[in-house]
């Protein structure tokens, strides 16, 4: 009954909208019109979650392939990739900035954008791309080369391009953009390249910036073509003019909160790695070595880009735990408004969705080197043992003390985004356990280079894995169940009313999960490394689930002693999409 609903009132909106495309009402209720998915996250809360319950826990082991799609060419790297699904057509964007739209019924190419990428182009973490955004007659998203260009949905012609930042300082931008009252926003990559972080809201219609809010203290802001205020105090928590290359990239993009009218971005690590340099004082000294807002999330006002609020996660951060990990609106137990975050420190975070304020945090990882845990106030309680050395305290001053910490730099969880399910109330975290060798070493900031001033080797903690899905109360923290993984998970979960979490493993099986019992229900082996993240719709009647396939990402380039043990891997690029046989589809 409430399918039936649902499809009405998509009918309606659909049927209503022919002309104008995407609307603001359609970004607004995209998780409850089930056929169709127009925005990242399955939802602007980033929830991934669908009320649809035709697959379910009885029923999804007869799941099989209607079709799949190659992405073809030679450019097969990691597929990090979030399916958009409008009017007939999925659209995908794919590794090296590229964008394919497919007939929904067929999995026909309807056609294909290329960008032309120049040489010189500086991406972290491989050349991978998180997803579009629709808005009106558009397809949105971001490039390598520090663009944002948008798209005609028919033909895939450009209808704006337009630079985000300059590519040849390092910045770069992969995340899906986020579109809030006929906006386009987007944050930065680059973070180890020693760039300044920030949001830009970009024009839907022609591209025009409209706000733009650094992350860092001390940058100024613009708004409407003038300087508008500055991020925080000049020199509050960074010394000198460390500030002026001082990191916190919003490489993932933001999420919106439609109570608050807020939208929360990620900032990533303080550059460069070495905190020591960034240091205005020891942390008692009245956390003057804070580096704000770098390591934290920020809320802020989606029409002028004032900053609401700041949560910062890892205060004089020096292992690379960016901030940027997805911020996601619930209703708690009690009613309460609140956000979720599971941040790469390791930590689960709650916090008041009013402003930003903390509420709870809990592991979600086990063996936390550097923090015992977070105190009544949500700072961290370190552990100074835990942090690399200084390399100034060394004999010849070129290498710091080398110390074991857990999480590694890549994080108890990384990009890839975790699920809400509002049938259960709990998250589903794709986390990794794992550790590193960290040390920190003398560096000084050149224009393009990467800014890092340490060295690390990532190795693994357990025999029996290092990937591990958990169900986690958000109310308690409390972990209902893991899925352990031997290979580092890397692609984004997602839940349904029919009980079932779905995610993809680099090994390359889909699987779907009981979402009480963590039991596996189904897997389909697609054939390279899954790192990408799964939709589900309907059509005609029939729910629909996709997947992209291709394994690659950062894990690979980055992984150490990790990155041997998954060597064999093969790489590929396939959009899967399965659903039921017809008949048994009928039968519900
Ligand atoms: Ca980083």
Avoid at 42 to 62: A, F, H, I, W
Avoid at 158 to 177: D, H, L, M, Q, R
Avoid at 462 to 478: F, V
Wanted: glycine share 14%.
């Amino acid at each position: 009954m409430k399918r039936l609903i649902a499809a009405a009132v998509a009918g309606t909106l659909v049927a209503g909208m022919a002309q104008a495309g995407v609307t603001e009402d359609d970004l607004k209720n995209d998780q409850t019109i089930t056929t169709q998915v127009v925005t990242n996250g399955m939802g602007r809360s980033l929830q991934r979650y669908s009320p649809l319950e035709t697959l379910n826990k009885d029923n999804v082991k007869n799941l099989v392939p209607a079709w799949a799609f190659s992405l073809g060419g030679e450019k097969q790297r990691g597929q990090e990739s979030q399916p958009l699904i409008y009017d007939g057509v999925m659209y995908v964007t794919g590794s090296y900035s590229r964008v394919y739209a497919i007939d929904l019924k067929t999995g026909d190419e309807i056609w294909q954008y290329d960008a032309r990428l120049p040489e010189g182009i500086l991406p972290c973490c491989d050349v991978i791309n998180r997803g579009g955004a629709i808005y009106g007659d558009n397809f949105y998203f971001g490039t390598l080369d520090a663009r944002i260009v948008a798209l005609d949905l028919k033909t895939g012609k450009v209808v704006w391009n337009k630079k985000i930042e300059n590519y040849k300082e390092g910045y770069s931008y992969t995340a899906a953009p986020l579109i809030v009252d006929g906006k386009v926003i987007v944050g930065n990559s680059g973070g180890e390249f020693g760039v300044v972080g920030a949001v830009y809201a970009f024009d839907a219609e022609n591209g025009d910036l409209i706000w733009k809010r650094p992350t860092i203290e001390g940058n100024m802001g613009e708004l409407n073509g003038e300087p508008s205020t500055m991020t925080g105090t000049l020199n509050a928590t960074w010394p000198g003019d460390m500030w002026k290359t001082g990191g916190g990239a919003t490489w993932l993009g933001g999420s919106y909160d439609a109570d608050t009218d807020t939208l929360v971005f990620g900032a990533g690590n303080p550059s460069p790695w070495n905190s020591w340099l960034r240091n205005a004082g020891e942390p008692t000294e009245g956390n003057k070595g804070d580096n704000l807002y770098a390591a934290s999330r920020i809320g802020i006002d989606p029409h002028t880009g004032e900053i609401k609020w700041h949560f910062q996660t890892t205060p004089r951060e020096g292992w690379d735990f960016d901030g940027v990990n997805e911020v996601v609106p619930f209703v708690d137990a009690n009613g309460n408004k609140r956000f979720a975050t599971a941040d790469r420190n390791g930590f689960f975070y709650v916090l008041n969705r009013e402003d930003g304020g903390f509420v709870s945090a809990k592991p979600f990882v086990r063996d936390i080197t550097w923090a015992e845990g977070i105190d009544e106030t949500g700072r961290p309680i370190f552990i100074e043992a835990g942090r690399p050395g200084n390399p100034a305290a060394s004999v010849d001053g070129k290498k710091g003390e080398v110390v074991f910490s857990a999480p590694s730099f890549l994080g108890g969880k990384n990009w890839m985004p975790m699920s809400y399910s509002q049938k259960t109330g709990n998250f589903y975290v794709p986390s990794n356990e794992w550790g590193m060798d960290i040390w920190d070493e003398p560096i000084s900031y050149k224009k393009g280079a990467a800014y890092l001033g340490a060295g690390f080797t990532i190795k693994p903690i357990y025999e029996s894995h290092i990937g591990s899905l958990k169900a986690i109360d958000p109310n308690t923290g409390e972990w209902k169940w893991e899925y352990q993984n031997e290979a580092p998970l890397w692609g984004g979960v997602m839940t349904t009313a029919g009980g079932l979490v779905f995610f993809g493993t680099p090994e390359g099986k889909f699987i779907a999960l009981d979402d009480e019992t963590g039991e596996k229900l189904w897997s389909f082996q697609t054939g390279s490394g899954i790192v990408g993240q799964p939709v589900t719709w309907e059509m005609d009647g029939e729910q629909y689930v996709s997947i992209l396939s291709g394994w690659g990402g950062a894990v690979p380039l980055w992984g150490g002693e990790v990155a041997k043990k998954v060597n064999y891997l093969n790489q590929g690029g396939m959009v899967w999409t399965f659903k039921l046989p017809k008949q048994m589809a009928m039968a519900n």
